[in-house]
């Protein structure tokens, strides 16, 4: 199974009306505080902690990718900074922390999240879990969500911009 993704950073404005919109028109799944650290390494390691559970998490291919496999494995929000321990005396090192605050709406058949991080920006993200031979079909499903609300999805090299810059200046800018 692929995570599929289609994303945007949004104004301020437009977050707070997609936030009342997918409240009207879609189910409110919850909201949610994220802290994630990103893994030094050659592949995208990350460890979470939400209000719920923390989980460790590594996404195959690249940051950004329209789709990618994605392995958790989740266990009590205690245990973040057993994690993050485990991970350092193996050898890793945090490259970043990102503090996220998510809101989780089923819509259409797609989960939509509405999200705000510090230091980032804003951001909507249309996902959908699908079997490997339905991923193309599914990304293109996913961008007509997105046009139909009016929203100019963010190509990937603006987001590896600001993704890189985050990574380079986070502990300022957090």
């Not at 999805?153 to 957090?174: G, S």
Request: glycine share 6%; aromatic share 16%.
């Amino acid at each position: 199974m692929l995570e599929v993704e289609v994303r945007s950073f949004i104004t301020k404005s437009q977050y707070n009306s997609f936030l009342k919109f997918f409240k009207k028109k879609g189910k409110f799944l919850n909201r949610e505080n994220q802290t994630t650290y990103y893994f030094s390494g050659s592949h995208d390691l990350r460890i979470q902690k939400n209000d719920n559970f923390a989980k460790l998490w590594l996404k195959g291919g690249k940051i950004h990718d329209k789709y990618r496999e994605d392995i958790e494995v989740k266990c009590d929000k205690e245990d973040f900074e057993k994690l993050e321990s485990l991970l350092v005396m193996m050898g890793f090192q945090v490259k970043i922390k990102w503090f996220r605050k998510r809101n989780n709406f089923l819509w259409e058949g797609t989960k939509v999240s509405v999200d705000f991080t510090r230091g980032y920006g804003y951001i909507i993200e249309f996902e959908k879990i699908v079997p490997s031979i339905k991923k193309e079909k599914t990304y293109k499903l996913l961008l007509e969500k997105a046009k139909d609300l009016g929203i100019m999805v963010t190509k990937r090299e603006e987001f590896d911009k600001k993704f890189n810059y985050y990574k380079n200046n986070w502990k300022r800018l957090i």
